[in-house]
Nanobody, 124 residues
Framework: QVQLVESGGGLVQAGGSLRLSCAAS????????MGWFRQAPGKEREFVAA????????TYSDSVKGRFTVSRDNAQNTVYLRMNSLKPEDTAVYYC?????????????????WGQGTQVTVSS
């Protein structure tokens, strides 16, 4: 079992930055690929970024590539999402997810554990 708790969300102006954190508990964190997803009001949850078990592989959605950076610290059981140059369309609840596999995945169904989400609001 893996429990995930996100933090770091908030209100920021367009062009600003935020760093989200996801603290994980459970012995399998170090071997689990991790992902970030988001869900805006009235929309489906969508993939944002993912990182492999050792951080050696990352992937991003086209909408955030070049602006967001995913990283992890296995010693601290934490994964991060650094978000720069934020836009109003980035407004959403951001979810951290863990999968039992070690390699990155981009589909919701590939992830086995989910956090409760943290709200990010970008004002124009």
């Amino acid at each position: 079992q893996v429990q995930l708790v996100e933090s770091g969300g908030g209100l920021v102006q367009a062009g600003g930055s935020l760093r989200l954190s996801c603290a994980a508990s459970g012995r399998t964190f170090g071997s689990s690929a991790m992902g970030w997803f988001r869900q805006a009001p009235g929309k489906e949850r969508e993939f944002v970024a993912a990182i492999s078990w050792n951080g050696g592989s990352t992937t991003y959605s086209d909408s955030v590539k070049g602006r967001f950076t995913v990283s992890r610290d296995n010693a601290q059981n934490t994964v991060y999402l650094r978000m720069n140059s934020l836009k109003p369309e980035d407004t959403a609840v951001y979810y951290c997810a863990a999968r039992k596999g070690s390699w990155v995945g981009v589909d919701l169904g590939q992830y086995d554990y989910w956090g409760q989400g943290t709200q990010v609001t970008v004002s124009s």
